[in-house]
Nanobody, 123 residues
Framework: VQLQASGGGLVQAGGSLRLSCAASGSFRDIKNMAWYRQVEGKQRELVASITNDESTNYGDSVKGRFTVSRDKPKNAVHLQMNSLRPEDTAVYYC??????????????????WGQGTQVTVSS
């Protein structure tokens, strides 16, 4: 299983970016997809998450500015980021909780992470 993220880059404060992440490989179902971000020297924090029934959750600092959405046919999650601020600068990681078959043939839920994409917001 792989999570491939794209869409990071450099933008001025007040601008917008859209991140995308697609899951590929062998899995049975997607339970939840999310975006986290991390600044060097700090803990990784939740940005936004969305369940399979499209229930969403946002970090306090991004509420009203960011929107998370799913593209179920493409096994993808998107993060629309508007009104970006310099403090949004971080490496953004895609996360997915997938239902997979383990080596014994049993179904289990497993957490996967994408490679991270840099978002830089200049003032």
């Amino acid at each position: 299983v792989q999570l491939q993220a794209s869409g990071g880059g450099l933008v001025q404060a007040g601008g917008s970016l859209r991140l995308s992440c697609a899951a590929s490989g062998s899995f049975r179902d997607i339970k939840n997809m999310a975006w986290y971000r991390q600044v060097e020297g700090k803990q990784r924090e939740l940005v936004a998450s969305i369940t399979n029934d499209e229930s969403t959750n946002y970090g306090d600092s991004v509420k009203g500015r960011f929107t998370v959405s799913r593209d179920k046919p493409k096994n993808a999650v998107h993060l629309q980021m508007n009104s970006l601020r310099p403090e949004d600068t971080a490496v953004y990681y895609c996360n997915a909780l997938l239902v997979v078959f383990n080596r014994g043939g049993w179904i289990e839920q497993k957490d996967y992470w994408g490679q991270g994409t840099q978002v830089t917001v200049s003032s």
